[in-house]
Nanobody, 119 residues
Framework: VQLVESGGGLVQAGGSLRLSCEAS????????MGWYRQAPGKQRDLVAS???????NYLDSVKDRFTISRDDAKNTVYLQMNSLRPEDTGVYYC??????????????WGQGTQVTVSS
């Protein structure tokens, strides 16, 4: 099972980007999907997550600007980022918690995609 991310880049403050993360391989069921962000010299923080059967959760600083969504048919999670700020800069990592067999649950990470917001 692997995660493939896309959509990062360089954008000016106030701009928008859309990140995508597709999970491929042997997956029986996806439990949750989310995006984390790590700025240089800082810890990796949860930005947004979405769990089967419940609504999305967001970091306070991105509420009303970012939207997480998922397409279960494609095993893909998206993060629409609007009104971007310089402090949103960092490497964004996709995270998926999935049942890969009837007896195993895996915590999967993408390779990371750089988002840079210039002021």
């Amino acid at each position: 099972v692997q995660l493939v991310e896309s959509g990062g880049g360089l954008v000016q403050a106030g701009g928008s980007l859309r990140l995508s993360c597709e999970a491929s391989g042997s997956i029986l069921r996806i439990v949750s999907m989310g995006w984390y962000r790590q700025a240089p010299g800082k810890q990796r923080d949860l930005v947004a997550s979405i769990t089967s059967g419940s609504g999305p959760n967001y970091l306070d600083s991105v509420k009303d600007r970012f939207t997480i969504s998922r397409d279960d048919a494609k095993n893909t999670v998206y993060l629409q980022m609007n009104s971007l700020r310089p402090e949103d800069t960092g490497v964004y990592y996709c995270n998926v918690l999935a049942d890969t067999t009837w007896f195993a649950r895996s915590d999967l990470w993408g390779q990371g995609t750089q988002v840079t917001v210039s002021s």
